[in-house]
């Protein structure tokens, strides 16, 4: 049995009977999940959890070519939330509970994760329980969990991508996200000026909050740096120019 057919088969096995919550990223990984979905014969409803930090082509890319895809919008934009929250770091994420793994409660989630993808995730279950509270708040099933890249762009074969991948990048999601690394951030950075500076001016509200963590630092614009991972002042200019 190929890899595909193994795929289908795990999400026929594990479909409940309202159908799955499809968690769509728009990413490669999260677009197999979709079309072996719909080969599977399975129903289910897919979801994209807006963060407001999110790249403006992968938005226009699901739109256009998943368009029965639902948005599912945050109650407070991203930004708003870190004036007052603080900024997310990689070891302390607050942003992703509240902003990419919303929705699905109560349903069976399927998702596009692989072992392949970090050091983390390689621990993960293809069936895998989350409980909230002492209850089960969701069952995630991730069918292609064993899956290589190489395999999912097999998959995938000539049906359209978000363009980003056509730009060299490699994963996508939120822009200038603590768990990418310093590269991917500066890239994200230096792509997406006007995220980047909507970025700034909310650091600077942050930091005038006054707070004696915030001392450290001489003004939000240095904070922002900082936290983008000390790009040294040329780099910062060549941003800017």
Same mark, same amino acid.
């Given at each position: ?66 368009? *029965? ?19 997310? *770091? ?65 998959? *995938? ?12 990048? @490699? ?66 200019? @060549? *941003?800017?120019?």
């Amino acid at each position: 049995m190929s890899h595909v057919d193994t795929a289908i088969e795990r999400i026929k096995q594990f479909c409940p009977p309202e159908g799955y919550w499809l968690a769509f990223s728009g990413g490669k990984d999260s677009q197999c999940i979709y079309h072996l979905a719909e080969m599977a014969g399975v129903k289910f409803d897919a979801h994209y959890s807006v963060t407001t930090i999110d790249p403006p082509p992968l938005v226009r890319f699901i739109r256009k070519q998943y368009p *029965l895809v639902t948005f599912e919008h945050p109650e407070k934009p991203f930004l708003k939330m870190l004036e007052t929250k603080g900024f997310p *770091l990689r070891q302390a994420r607050w942003c992703c509970e509240q902003y990419k793994e919303r929705g699905g409660e109560g349903r069976t989630v399927l998702l596009g994760l692989r072992w392949e993808e970090s050091a983390a995730r390689s621990k993960r279950k293809m069936v895998q329980h989350c409980f909230k509270g002492g209850k089960q708040k969701k069952l995630y099933v991730s069918p292609i969990i064993d899956w290589t890249v190489e395999q999912v762009w097999q998959f *995938l074969g000539d049906r359209p991508h978000c363009e980003l991948y056509d730009r060299g990048l @490699e994963r996508i999601g939120c822009l200038m996200c603590p768990y990418a690394g310093d590269k991917a951030r500066m890239r994200d950075a230096n792509m997406f000026p006007r995220y980047r500076d909507a970025y700034i001016k909310s650091f600077e509200k942050l930091h005038a909050t006054g707070r004696d963590s915030m001392k450290r630092w001489a003004n939000g614009r240095d904070m922002f740096w900082w936290w983008l991972g000390n790009p040294d002042e040329e780099k910062q200019q @060549e *941003l800017f120019t």
